[in-house]
């Protein structure tokens, strides 16, 4: 077949699919229900501040994907990211002595995939709501109620929940039912002033939070001073219906008991809840595949979690898709 391939979400997964695909000279459009490309590693811009809201960095040890993390920082699009780390737990403040590099994109962590997607056929803002699949190949019906296709292969890099939703009769997503994904809610602050604190990041062992970094500490950003604060895993469950104005001052008021200093009103804030933040547990697959129907699943919940894992698992999406007949 000369067919286009169908890629679902631009998150790092679907990016490095499409990117390796395209390397090879195959024919790829990417769709994504969100504005922009990026899935989790997503920066939030307004009124000139600058948040990293879902991924905070990356780190690389795979050799594949060290060669892609120093393409990237050849030009330009990431750079190491050093802060000053502590632990916080109900002991009080340790602060860590980690060597292992930590990444991020410049300007911000959307540069990831928006780099990997250039030139590469892209549809965003649009929600895919049913599939069929035929002698002709894959056929998209969209929200809109516009149909794309037919595709040669449909790679899917959906959470898995989505996948299933979309996908409820393919064999292929069975094993996806078994992830299941936990939500975690984003506060970002912005303060007029710097706050009196020594460390710029660090992990939060105790209490409703898991981490808060100073965004504004990362190279290439905007001068200021400005947090990001994920909340736990537990805290986000049990107040994922809550009010957002609720969650946002209990975090506010959590926030500012972690760093032990006397409240401080941000100038800006804003909460945005991730539905799907961390796969529970993650599959060790790599990618799902069904050769003879020309599906595949992937994406950092079939390989490991962290954003190197989504990009291996869209390499392997790729090497797949292109040994297709």
Known sequence: MNLPMAILGAGIAGASAARELHRRGFSVRVFDKGRNPGGRAATRTREGAHFDHGAQYFTARDPRFLEQVQAWRTSGVVQAWQPRLASIDAKGVQRLDSREIRWVGVPGMRELATDLLQGIDLECSQRVVRVEYSARGWLLHLKDASTRGPF????????????????????????????QFGPCWALMLSFAEAL?????????????????????????????????VHAGPVFSRETFDLPPAEVEARLLSAFHSTLGSAPVDPARSALHRWGYA????????????????RIALGGDWCHGSRIEGAWMSGLLLAQWASKLA
């Open 196 to 228: 009196p604190v020594d460390f710029d990041a660090a992990f939060i062992n105790d209490g409703p939070l898991s981490w808060i970094a100073r965004d504004s500490s990362k190279p290439g950003r905007p001068l200021g001073e400005r947090w990001l």
């Open 278 to 293: 961390l796969a529970q547990p993650p599959l060790e697959l790599g990618i799902i595949a069904d050769e003879a129907r």
């Open 152 to 179: 040669s292969a449909l790679l899917c890099t959906l959470p898995p929940a989505q996948a299933v939703e979309l996908l409820p009769h393919e064999p292929v997503v069975e094993p996806a039912r078994a992830v």
